[in-house]
């Protein structure tokens, strides 16, 4: 069964900070994996998708990398601003269950 | 533009009542999707509809049925709900290739259920 983890649970920076954001998933046979960013009391907001063939995927300050065979992604944020303060999932698409999983998210405070 | 769209935004009701989400996308996608985030923000998916059938059907209770009148509405009807129905609802939205969601899933803002 797909399992995705994601540490720190919480991190709090002070502006201007790069950060980096940790996923990982315990099956490998992924089609894709996501970040999404939620903002308290709204919905999810896709940031970057990365299917399983892809190393990497950039928006902006955002960076988010796939090792599928380790099990692993990050999320690269550079230059922090307070306004990216806001909870960052990490979900992946495939393995056994054919669905989309998620962790169970950082929680991001930027201190201006 | 709203992409995804929820009716209503909060629900406060009773035990035992029945209550339905309205899910609405205007991006042309295919497929939909309710998703549940309980109290400790853990999002999990329950259904999923392509082109009005359904495709995921996750381990949750028969007294939560998805409806889907046409591929751009995904409703979700809710019987007889439980304290523990307690939780935010999303429906999502993407385009498939296929049945496999290659692509960004687009998500709703969420109806908070409050069941007393």
Known sequence: ?112 | DTAVSQTPKYLVTQMGNDKSIKCEQNLGHDTMYWYKQDSKKFLKIMFSYNNKELIINETVPNRFSPKSPDKAHLNLHINSLELGDSAVYFCASSQERGLKPWNTQYFGPGTRLTVL
């Open chain 1, 1 to 112: 069964k797909q399992e995705v983890t994601q540490i720190p649970a919480a991190l709090s920076v002070p502006e201007g900070e790069n950060l980096v954001l940790n996923c990982s998933f315990t099956d490998s046979a992924i089609y894709n994996l996501q970040w999404f960013r939620q903002d308290p009391g709204k919905g999810l907001t896709s940031l970057l998708l990365i299917q399983s063939s892809q190393r990497e995927q950039t928006s902006g300050r955002l960076n988010a990398s796939l090792d599928k065979s380790s099990g692993r992604s990050t999320l690269y944020i550079a230059a922090s601003q307070p306004g990216d303060s806001a909870t960052y999932l990490c979900a992946v698409y495939g393995g056994s269950q054919g669905n989309l999983i998620f962790g169970k998210g950082t929680k991001l405070s930027v201190k201006p």
